[in-house]
């Protein structure tokens, strides 16, 4: 494949990173280690606020890791695929900036993982999940872990046991899909979301994600007094910056708050 397997776009404070490979947005080693690299940009460009991770095939998403070269090349399923881990979403440390996956077609394996790696999933009415993993006789790794604490236990069980489809009405029934659209109005609906999460507090996003993925499994009451002796990073930063007194400032002038991410 000689085309850019992805297209990047910057509109202000939003990227947009549209997957463009093949017939079925399949995603390589290769492919994975340059997606890692753009979010990581991503991550570390105190302009950007918010990503969409979008599809540019009308009939996938993503199918998720190319079997193809798997086979041909002996790629493992546990093979380096870059600073993000697959898909360049899965493992990118200390990404504290809001994610959108705006999901369309069949969102297979690998790829409804990489979907999973995202803070808000946006679903085209023709959208399908599914986790094949098992019938290829392997496992759906970041599914196992991620799927069961995003929605119930024997709904996660049955997608990861079974292999079958899930719809888009069942994925927004079960949580997992935050809104469902018609397949013309998803990439107009998710960047409407970006704009709005681009003109909000991004150290308020970003201590709200810390805070989320570090105190998972963790008890309430350590969490919430760890929180208190600002011991996040984000959190320190968010308490003692200028935008924790803006929004106080700005509700008492009437006013909307001006952010500055200081």
Known sequence: ???????????????????????????DATTSRLLGEIFAQFRDDPELRVAILASANPRFFSAGWDLKVAAAEGEPPDTDYGVGGFGGLQALPNLNKPVIAAVNGMVVGGGFEIALSADLIIAADDARFSLPEIKAGTLADAATLKLPRRIPYHVAMDLLLTGRWMDAAEAKHWGLASEVVPKEALLPRAREIA???????????????????????????DSLARIAARGFPTVATLYASEDQLEGPRAFAEKRAPVWKGR
């Not at 397997?5 to 509109?11: G, K, L, N, Y």
């Not at 202000?12 to 463009?20: D, F, N, P, Y």
């Open 195 to 221: 704009a709005l999460l681009a003109a909000g507090p991004p150290l308020v996003f970003a201590a709200i994600k810390e805070v989320m993925r570090e105190t998972e499994g963790k008890p309430f009451h």
């Open 1 to 27: 494949m000689t085309d850019a397997p992805f297209h990047v776009a910057r509109d202000g404070g939003i990227l947009e990173v549209t997957l463009a490979r093949g017939k079925a947005n399949v995603i």
